[in-house]
């Protein structure tokens, strides 16, 4: 694991009051999740209502 990607486990568990291996396993149910709905087809999108801006999620 690069050192980029360490510091950004170390501080996601740590906000969330996690262990590592539970964070760890937390991310790759949701790139799981995230993955599945787009293979059904769907998109995944992320909403910011103040500003009424919708953002789409695309993974490559």
Not at 10 to 17: D, I, L, P
Not at 25 to 49: F, L, M, S, W
């Amino acid at each position: 694991m690069n050192p980029e990607t360490a510091e950004a486990l170390k501080e996601f568990a740590a906000s969330k009051h996690l262990s590592y291996t539970e964070a760890v396993r937390r991310a790759i149910a949701i790139a799981k999740y995230i993955d599945d709905e787009i293979n059904e087809g769907r998109k995944v999108q992320t909403v910011d209502p103040e500003r009424a801006d919708i953002r789409e999620l695309i993974l490559i």
